[in-house]
């Protein structure tokens, strides 16, 4: 393990048992959390990036549960290493590891804000519940510079203030606010600006980028925007139908997309500056029914590259230059195709 490492997922298997049946939500998935690095999740709706945050954070929906695999959050004090697939889901550690040392924010902040106390008591009342040794004078004071160092203008009103008097942009900063109140050393943000306006998320992607650099924090970012992706990750994983299939540094994997499915990802997204007559492609057909899954690798039925060797079962890891990682049969011939 590298020393900056500070979540290990290893070979994570979360199922789904509905109606008697078994969704295989996330089967068999492998990553690393790194301090002051941001790994950007992509991979189209029902691909399992929210089910691997929760699964990380034991916040997993009833009738799932973690099958099999490990995830290890590294403290690097004396606590060592913890197996958080062990814990109890609500026990006294897991709860102690929420918020102090992994927080997450959401795509929708009223779910983590209570619409009945004012901004200012929820953030304090996070402060104080991860250390009750300090002064009440204290937690208001710090509270107040974390509403100031996430950009919210006027924080000795704003402070006072309840969620429903925030705009959706400022109630996304006070639940980074409150994400951040116990310097957390990973923060996991699931989707945080989709219901907001492109300029807003902007800022809060700047933010988070801050946080990154000034405290080393580790960013989980889950996003099915390609465009995000090539803008914030430094490692990226890409993830379809409950598998990782294509990961690395964002250099690795894309200047260099090796799995087709990433490559059709790619070119779904508008390029910047290419002007409106660039060829996007939306990739075509759709996922498959998670509880009618294909034999073998989960695209094959809608890449062109698919043979009958892909009907085979989900092909290997294979590992290419670096940390460059591809699931696909075919990668070779993809490659020999240039872009
Ligand atoms: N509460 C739930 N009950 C039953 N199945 C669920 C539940 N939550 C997720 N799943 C299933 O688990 C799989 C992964 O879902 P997940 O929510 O992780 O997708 P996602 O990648 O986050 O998608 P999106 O981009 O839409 O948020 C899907 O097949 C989904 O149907
Ligand atoms: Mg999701």
Redesign the pocket.
């Known amino acids: 393990m590298k020393d900056n490492t500070v979540i290990s997922v290893k070979n994570l298997k979360t199922y789904?048992y509905?109606n008697e049946r078994c969704?295989k939500?996330i089967n068999g998935v492998s990553m690393d959390i790194k301090s002051g690095k941001t790994l950007c999740i992509v991979?189209?709706?029902?691909?399992?990036?929210?089910?691997?945050a929760t699964s990380i954070m034991q916040l997993l929906?009833k009738?799932?549960r973690i099958e099999e695999g490990e995830i290890i959050y590294h403290s690097k004090d004396d606590r060592g290493d913890i197996r958080i697939h062990e814990l109890e889901r609500n026990g006294k550690e897991m709860r102690g590891l929420r918020g102090r040392d992994i927080a997450m924010i959401f795509q929708d902040p009223m779910t983590a804000l209570n619409p009945v106390y004012t901004i200012g008591r929820q953030i304090e009342e996070m402060i104080h519940s991860h250390n009750k040794s300090i002064s009440k004078k204290e937690v208001r004071a710090s509270a107040l510079k974390l509403l100031k160092n996430m950009g919210i203008p006027n924080p000795e009103k704003r402070i006072d203030q309840y969620p429903h008097e925030f705009s959706g942009g400022m109630r996304q900063r006070a639940m980074i606010a409150m994400a951040m109140s116990c310097n957390p050393k990973v923060l996991i943000a699931d989707?945080p600006t989709t219901a907001l306006d492109v300029t807003i998320q902007a800022q809060i992607f700047e933010l988070m980028d801050h946080l990154k650099k000034e405290y080393n924090t580790a960013i989980m970012l889950?996003t099915?925007d390609m465009g995000v992706v090539c803008e914030l990750a430094d490692d990226v994983a890409v993830?379809y139908m409950?598998n990782i299939i294509e990961s690395g540094t964002a250099e690795e994997v894309l200047d260099n997309p090796t799995h087709p499915y990433t490559r059709a990802l790619l070119k779904s997204i508008p390029v910047l500056g290419k002007g409106a007559d660039q060829d996007i492609n939306p990739i075509k057909g759709s996922t498959p029914d998670?509880y009618n899954r294909p034999s073998g690798c989960q695209f094959s039925p809608r890449c062109d590259y698919a043979c009958e060797e892909c009907d085979q079962g989900m092909p290997e890891e294979v590992m290419l230059e670096g940390t460059h990682m591809v699931r696909c049969a075919r990668y070779e011939e993809v490659r020999k195709d240039g872009r």
Request: aromatic residues 4%; charged residues 15%.
């Open positions: 789904f509905t969704n939500a991979g189209e709706s029902g691909c399992g990036k929210s089910v691997t929906p009738l799932s989707e889950i099915h993830m409950g998670p």
